[in-house]
Nanobody, 126 residues
Framework: QVQLVESGGGLVQAGGSLRLSCAASGRTFSMYAMGWFRQAPGKERESVAT????????YYADSVKGRFTISRDNAKNTVYLQMNSLKPEDTAVYYC???????????????????WGQGTQVTVSS
């Protein structure tokens, strides 16, 4: 089992940047595909960006392409989400998730993931 702890959320003005981090503990981090998801008030949780266990493949939702970058450092057991050019519609609780796998497959949907963090709030003011 893996435990996930997100950090880096906060309040930022539109056009600003934030970097989210997700620290993982437990089993071998490099055996987990990772993802960032978000849930805005009154809306369903949605995929934001995901990365395969090697870091060689990434996926982005259309709404964040060109603005967000997902990356991972397997030596530090951490996955990151760099968010630039933030918009008010990016306001949400952001969750980190992990899926144990031996494959290099990219996993893009919520139900693929087995472990979830508690979330970190991101608020973008206009």
């Amino acid at each position: 089992q893996v435990q996930l702890v997100e950090s880096g959320g906060g309040l930022v003005q539109a056009g600003g940047s934030l970097r989210l981090s997700c620290a993982a503990s437990g089993r071998t981090f490099s055996m987990y595909a990772m993802g960032w998801f978000r849930q805005a008030p009154g809306k369903e949780r949605e995929s934001v960006a995901t990365i395969n266990r090697s870091g060689g493949r990434t996926y982005y939702a259309d709404s964040v392409k060109g603005r967000f970058t997902i990356s991972r450092d397997n030596a530090k057991n951490t996955v990151y989400l760099q968010m630039n050019s933030l918009k008010p519609e990016d306001t949400a609780v952001y969750y980190c998730a992990a899926k144990y796998t031996s494959r290099l497959t990219i996993y893009t949907i919520l139900r693929d993931y087995d472990y979830w963090g508690q979330g970190t709030q991101v608020t973008v003011s206009s």
